[in-house]
């Protein structure tokens, strides 16, 4: 953020403004205080005929790795809105939202990653355009090691463990950052 | 949003951007797309020897009205964090946060609130700056009729719900706009 995108000044300061608690983008020109938030990834786990339904990414970041259906949540829509539109963007398929299954704060990227259980109502999916691959996936044959995010092995492996008593509760975790090893340094 | 916040130029149209689906706010001159996503409202429901403590508003929206201490989750921090620390800021008790109870979509206003349930640890609290009265209220003395938002009543009512069986399910509703009655038109 370089300029006032209330007023187009180019004064912009991040300091604690008066009566606030914690450093702000804010305009000297106009005093608007620009608020930075949170955002939401939402996604779903669907399945079909108890296979789990992965697209592969053709974007950055991690492409070329498999996923979920996720995606920033927009305005306008509901979480579970917003899972079944990543689930047609991603892999054209069309999923009924069940309950909410998983959340995942991970504060050093600013995002709360959210998942729904889902199931595909016709078996039908595709490739779609931020995709490059899609597929149902055995649940004993997962691709672990070439998952895009620990979000995704995370709640497949929730759901692998909670199948077994047929209850899915919800689960609420953090993600640290992936640390780095000595050689990158 | 007037200007763009990358470059300055006031040349900012909404429009659907090429590969998109959707209208954005993106800037002739630079490119840049801004995006805007909804907002996670997050919140405790803390609890002091089988009572809630509540706050009533000192700001608009819903100034005098009773509310549980939530505001906006920030860059940052965790969802429990950010529910602990507007308990603080806004009835100075420090609650131990425990599961993750409540999750409401207001897509009406691009928000989304999340309620964790709470303890106090040492039963005391105080009036926030950005409250008028803080008080800790027996379940059967709530102020049904004076509380701020939908989500305050239903999160509460849950919660007395709930105490019946001992189990705290996580619950994710929609909240629809309110209605307005024939003669506010
Ligand atoms: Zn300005
Ligand atoms: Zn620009």
Same mark, same amino acid.
């Given at each position: 953020?370089? !300029?006032?995108?209330?007023? #187009? %000044?180019?004064?912009?300061?991040?300091?604690?403004?008066?009566?606030?608690?914690?450093? $702000?983008?804010?305009?000297?020109?106009? /005093?608007?205080? %620009?608020?930075?938030?949170?955002?939401?990834?939402?996604? &779903?786990?669907?399945?079909?005929?108890?296979?789990?339904?992965?697209?592969?990414?053709?974007?950055?970041?991690?492409? *070329?790795?498999?996923?979920?259906?996720? =995606? !920033?949540?927009?305005? *306008?829509?509901?979480?579970?809105? #917003?899972?079944?539109?990543?689930?047609?963007?991603?892999?054209?398929?069309?999923?009924?939202?069940?309950?909410?299954?998983?959340?995942?704060?991970?504060?050093?990227?600013?995002?709360?990653?959210?998942?729904?259980? =889902?199931?595909?109502?016709? =078996?039908?999916?595709?490739? *779609?355009?931020?995709?490059?691959?899609?597929?149902?996936?055995?649940?004993?044959?997962?691709?672990?090691?070439?998952?895009?995010?620990?979000?995704?092995?995370?709640?497949?492996?929730?759901?692998?463990?909670?199948?077994?008593? *047929?209850?899915?509760?919800? $689960?609420?975790?953090?993600? &640290?950052?992936? /640390? $780095?090893?000595?050689?990158?340094?």
């Amino acid at each position: 953020m370089r !300029f006032c995108s209330h007023c #187009g %000044h180019s004064n912009l300061q991040f300091s604690i403004p008066e009566g606030d608690n914690r450093p $702000r983008y804010w305009c000297e020109n106009c /005093q608007t205080i %620009h608020y930075q938030n949170p955002k939401i990834v939402v996604g &779903a786990v669907p399945i079909w005929d108890g296979k789990v339904l992965l697209c592969k990414r053709d974007i950055e970041p991690r492409k *070329g790795y498999w996923t979920l259906p996720a =995606g !920033f949540m927009e305005n *306008g829509e509901t979480l579970q809105e #917003g899972a079944a539109r990543e689930t047609w963007e991603e892999a054209c398929a069309t999923v009924a939202i069940d309950d909410l299954y998983t959340v995942f704060n991970l504060p050093h990227i600013n995002q709360v990653y959210v998942f729904f259980l =889902g199931r595909i109502e016709d =078996g039908k999916y595709g490739v *779609g355009e931020e995709s490059s691959d899609a597929g149902l996936f055995e649940l004993d044959a997962i691709p672990w090691d070439e998952l895009a995010f620990p979000t995704i092995g995370r709640t497949l492996r929730f759901y692998i463990e909670d199948l077994k008593s *047929g209850t899915f509760p919800v $689960r609420c975790q953090d993600i &640290a950052p992936l /640390q $780095r090893r000595p050689s990158e340094d």
